[in-house]
């Protein structure tokens, strides 16, 4: 049978429905559609796709039992390796990673390995009532600081050993950045409860509202009775350019600005923590925290939103697909151009004018690529003279983010690098006996499945140092 040469096409909502409302773009594959892509893998012996995935997905096994149409069987295949199926479906870079190795990808394009995987986790979710069975426990307790992808990774692990395995989150909700940072129409937040849920089956306890390092410190953990940590904290500090005007209303983090919408719903009119909506809208940086926050603007009700970069479109960061469905969207990218100040309003006549200090505006800068910088990218070069305002009534800086210090300065002994990430080796020890991290609170902001490799990196180390001690 003749290969077809073009991946199944994802079903989305129309962009100008979809601009307007918080539902999920992509639709996913129909259990045909499913069937047909999966039959498009050649079944490799070396297995490459395999070497790109950072959890070691079997991924030639559960695409070959979606052919035989064992559904159920792909969906436990992939659960052996990952504890967030249906997330990683939706949110993993798979085009960079166990896609970008697939074989069949030299000639052709390669198979759509997240679109299964996210196919094979719906049709469970949909079809299967039962509860995983709970592990008979080895006697080992072990605290986990932080909710977010490294830690459920981490946590699912250990609880599948037979861990007693408590994860403390700081915010009121389970699940780090997948809940706070990644918009609804991207990842519903009732998948990351179902996938929450199936870990709390497995006898994960969850506490929220508890800040490590405040209402807790890791001594104390230990005080308790836990004989390891692990800390996946994320990277929740924000950045900004040291620009004149970056203090005026109007200017947000893109950390700030997604957590207010997606966890504390500020978009409602009731809302006890609101945001601007409406008007026009710059969004600062390339990756797909900014296609992120310029969407969410959109479906806020801005009536113009930028993209600003310094680089061209060959040099975005953000993933082909969140580019494209911003575009068509709507969404204005203003390429090689770099904030220079952003300005704002201000009536001296009349100290007590409400629109005082609110953003009117962004002086930017046009820019060229000159020479390659250490990472080897083209670095971008101001254009003399080319300087222009940009009439915006609201400005997000998604510039990237760092550890918050609050674990480091509260720990006795715990190394970090200049960054702020904390310093650990390759099993994801820190400088802390007993004490391990992983994702963000180690590499900086990075992607959800690289967080997770970490998380189960850690909690292979952990089982080996508790079983052995």
């Known amino acids: 049978m003749a290969i077809n040469p073009k991946k199944q096409d994802m079903p989305t909502q129309a962009p100008e429905e979809r601009a307007h409302n918080f539902d999920e773009v992509a639709l996913g594959y129909t259990m045909e559609m499913a069937v047909g892509e999966a039959e498009r893998c050649l079944n490799c012996k070396n297995q490459p796709c395999v070497s790109g995935c950072p959890v070691n997905i079997d991924i030639p096994d559960f695409i070959t039992l979606i052919k035989n149409k064992d559904f159920e069987g792909a969906y436990q295949s992939i659960t052996r390796s990952s504890s967030l199926p249906a997330v990683c479906g939706r949110v993993c870079p798979q085009e960079t990673q166990c896609e970008s190795k697939c074989t069949l990808g030299i000639k052709f394009e390669p198979v759509g390995i997240g679109r299964l995987e996210r196919f094979v986790a719906d049709w469970h979710n949909e079809h299967v009532a039962e509860k995983p069975v709970k592990p008979a426990s080895n006697g080992h307790k072990v605290a986990i600081v932080g909710s977010g992808p490294s830690g459920l990774t981490c946590a699912g692990d250990l609880a599948k050993k037979g861990y007693d395995v408590t994860v403390y989150e700081a915010l009121h909700t389970a699940g780090g950045v997948l809940v706070y940072g990644i ?82 719903k500020a978009y409602r009119e009731d809302s006890t923590t609101p945001i601007m909506k409406g008007g026009k809208v710059a969004v600062v940086g390339g990756g797909n925290v900014a296609m992120d926050a310029a969407r969410t603007a959109l479906r806020l009700g801005a009536e113009k939103v930028y993209i600003v970069y310094r680089r061209s479109m060959d040099e975005l ?41 609110f953003v009117t505006g962004m002086r930017v800068l046009k820019m060229e690529l000159g020479e390659p910088d250490e990472k080897g990218r083209r670095r971008p070069v101001p254009v003399e003279g080319s300087e222009y305002e940009l009439e915006v009534d609201a400005v997000i800086m998604s510039i990237g983010t760092s550890p918050n210090p609050l674990i480091k ?48 990196t850690a909690a292979k180390a952990i089982d080996e140092y508790l079983m052995n001690k």
């Open 183 to 264: 918009p609804e129409f991207r990842l519903p937040k009732s998948i990351v409860a179902k996938e929450v849920d199936t870990l709390k089956d497995l006898g994960v306890h969850v506490v929220p509202n508890v800040v490590i390092g405040k209402t807790l410190t890791i001594d104390e953990l230990f005080d308790m009775g836990f004989e390891a940590v692990f800390v996946g904290s994320g990277a929740g500090l924000p950045s900004f350019m040291g620009i004149p005007g970056e203090s005026l209303k109007g200017v947000y983090s893109a950390n700030e600005f997604l957590t207010r919408s997606n966890l504390m």
């Open 409 to 456: 300065d509260t720990t006795k002994g715990l190394e970090v690098n200049a960054r702020g990430g904390i310093i650990v080796n390759e099993d994801g020890l820190t400088s802390r006996n007993a004490v391990y991290a992983g994702g963000d609170a180690v590499t900086g902001a990075a992607t959800v499945i690289s967080a997770m490799g970490a998380g189960k």
């Open 317 to 357: 960061p953000a993933r082909r697909e969140e580019v494209e469905h911003a575009q068509e969207e709507g969404i204005d990218f203003q390429l090689l151009r770099n904030p220079v100040e952003i300005l704002g309003y201000q009536n001296e006549n009349d100290p007590r004018d409400p629109k005082n200090g």
